[in-house]
């Protein structure tokens, strides 16, 4: 391999973004690390030789699964300081967008399950990943991580479980997730307090993501009074901004992103469960909004 013109192997690498960008995003939850581990994965792909390299594709799924590994044991270091809740960077996979051709769009990109994701220990996560969401056996995930293949099958089993008790038992249609959108969304703006209460589930949980350079709570709210109390409030506010706001497919599913002078301030999702909603994420740290693209028309 180390032989081959450049050309050659840059084209290789392409060929595989969309994997290794799938992978990357759902191991760390933000572009910006993904892109950075993809950069890394490629620098390291230029520079090994033909020995290294049995099979392309399984040498940098490999390369860009310890990446994010080391990445994420690094980072649970920096998101204990991190100021308020983290949650993951929000992509927009309208039909269309960039995204779509780096990254496969199904439930395990979704808000809710990244966040999830992030209670699994960075190889837990990986090897959840790798073996339910890429379908790769467990003898090669054991080969990619360095682990025994009793090993991987125990750390698979053990997220496996983790994530169904966690997961909603229903989901909504994409046509009743967006009717609850909206239905939600009046009813905060005209201050229907009644009208949001019917929509709420019994144990719903307001997630926002300020990182302390924007508003936002710094822990998640629970329960129907206090998240309908809080979306009012924090719809008021931001009325007084005059925003710009448009319904587009965040992480697969629909969200509301608010535009202030032509920049993304806010990005509005649900989760739906049984009909109704049952958590709320909101993310309006600017580090995790600046690759959003700019507002359609």
């Known amino acids: 391999m180390d032989d081959g013109p450049s050309d050659a192997r840059t084209a290789v690498f392409e060929h595989h973004r969309g994997l290794l960008f799938s992978i990357a995003y759902r191991m760390l939850g933000s572009v910006a690390d993904a892109e950075d581990a993809l950069q890394d994965a490629f620098i390291r792909w230029q520079r090994a030789s033909e020995t290294d390299v049995r099979s392309p594709k399984a040498f940098l799924v490999t390369i ?50 990244l966040l999830l994701l992030e209670r699994l220990t960075p190889v837990e996560r990986a090897v959840f990943l790798l073996g339910e969401i890429f379908e790769y056996p467990h003898a090669e995930i054991a080969g990619m991580l360095g682990l025994s293949e009793a090993n991987c099958r125990q750390l698979l089993r053990r997220a496996r479980q983790h994530v169904r008790m966690e997961r909603p038992r229903f989901s909504a249609s994409g046509r009743q997730h967006t009717d609850l959108l909206e239905r939600f969304h009046r009813a905060a703006g005209s ?105 359609p028309f």
């Open 64 to 113: 860009v699964s310890r990446l994010c590994i080391n990445h994420l044991q690094s980072a649970r270091v920096q998101r204990e300081t991190y100021v308020g809740e983290w949650l993951p960077e929000p992509l927009v996979t309208d039909p269309g967008s960039d995204v779509l051709r780096i990254a496969q769009v199904d439930e395990s990109v979704s808000m809710a399950m």
């Open 191 to 295: 201050g229907d307090m009644d009208g949001l209460l019917v929509l709420l589930s019994r144990d719903v949980v307001m997630h926002t993501d300020g990182g302390g350079k924007a508003n936002a709570l710094p822990l998640p709210i629970y329960g129907p009074d206090k998240v309908a109390r809080a979306s009012v409030f924090g719809l008021s506010k931001l009325k007084t901004l005059k925003p710009l706001q448009r319904i587009v497919e965040i992480n697969g599913e629909p969200g509301i992103v608010s535009y202030v002078g032509g920049r993304p301030q806010s990005v509005f999702t649900i989760e739906v469960n049984e009909g109704r909603i049952r958590a709320i994420y909101i993310v309006t740290n600017p580090e995790k909004l600046s690759h959003l693209p700019p507002p």
